[in-house]
């Protein structure tokens, strides 16, 4: 079972279709020269071609000494989700993926908690970390703090220097007017660092119970995922009730409460402290009960 402390955030872009066509129109043309290595760096574009197809020619400058290389305004990720001009480069598969038409040997299955959040939402991770004991996590954080840095204080806070990969993609640069939020960037980027077979993927505001993965890890269960390469499995989510009646961040009132184990929160249902998650919403969260 898992646990929210806050409804999930969510951002909504308000861009109208013009807007939207006119800012990918400006993407298209911003990226449309860059090209890339083998290796996934950029290529130096030296010139542009003229209406008949001829390099222009370059006035040749005295050599100056090299300083530091300027460095790309997003990452090789971000670019190539953003140079996306039309439905035709949607890509239906990822490089590199592992094969999910291969068997697999039940000994083999493992797990990664991932996860993406904004800046203000790091608070949250020691918890998770806490929780998801010393396993593998794959985070992303939507901020223009340095990776090594927010992991460095993450290390210090009780999470798994081995096992925590933290990524970042800058606020700045990817959002510089602040009227969105790139979830599906954040979540993909922390897909690609997966190394293990399987992931359980679960916004930041949900926390998992103490014992997720000791059951994950459960040989009955593990010889099911192996048995089906495509199988998914849903993870009921749960919502307590806010421990102070205004609406504030109040962490310390509601952090004491929050069940660890699945008998913690029954003891909550039971006393209506908590509740499924969103429990109007049946489309989305209909099969927890």
């Known amino acids: 079972s898992s646990s929210s402390s806050t409804s999930p955030s969510s951002s909504k872009n308000n861009m109208s279709a013009e807007q939207q066509s006119a800012a990918m129109q400006q993407l298209s043309e911003k990226w449309k020269n860059v090209r890339f290595n083998k290796d996934g760096t950029i290529k130096t574009v030296r010139g542009a071609k003229d209406s008949n197809n001829k390099k222009k020619k370059e006035k040749k400058q005295p050599k100056k000494e090299e300083g530091p290389k300027p460095q790309p305004i997003a990452s090789i990720f971000e670019l190539s989700l953003l140079g996306n001009t039309s439905p035709s480069d949607f890509r239906l598969t990822t490089p590199n993926a592992p094969s999910c038409s291969e068997p697999i040997d039940a000994d ?42 927010v992991k460095d204080k993450l290390v210090g806070e009780g999470c798994s220097e081995e096992h925590l990969t933290v990524q970042t993609v800058s606020k700045t640069r990817y959002d510089p007017q602040g009227t969105d939020y790139p979830v599906n960037v954040l979540r993909n980027l922390a897909f690609s660092k997966v190394k293990t077979t399987h992931l359980v993927y679960a916004d930041v505001d949900f926390w998992p119970s103490e014992s997720l993965h000791s059951i994950l890890n459960i040989e009955s269960v593990k010889e099911r995922m192996a048995s089906d390469a495509k199988l998914a499995t849903v993870i009921p989510v749960f919502q307590m009730n806010r421990r102070c009646r205004a609406y504030k961040d109040c962490r310390d009132d509601n952090i004491p409460f929050m069940p660890k184990r699945k008998d913690e929160l029954i003891r909550l249902i039971k006393k209506r402290e908590a509740s499924t998650f969103d429990p109007t919403n049946e489309g989305g969260h209909g099969s927890t009960r």
């Open 108 to 149: 083999s299955i493992s797990f990664t908690l991932v996860s993406q959040l904004s800046q203000d939402r790091i608070w949250m991770l020691p918890y998770h970390c806490k929780r998801w004991g010393d396993n593998p996590m794959s985070i992303v954080i939507f901020t223009d703090e340095d990776a090594a840095a």
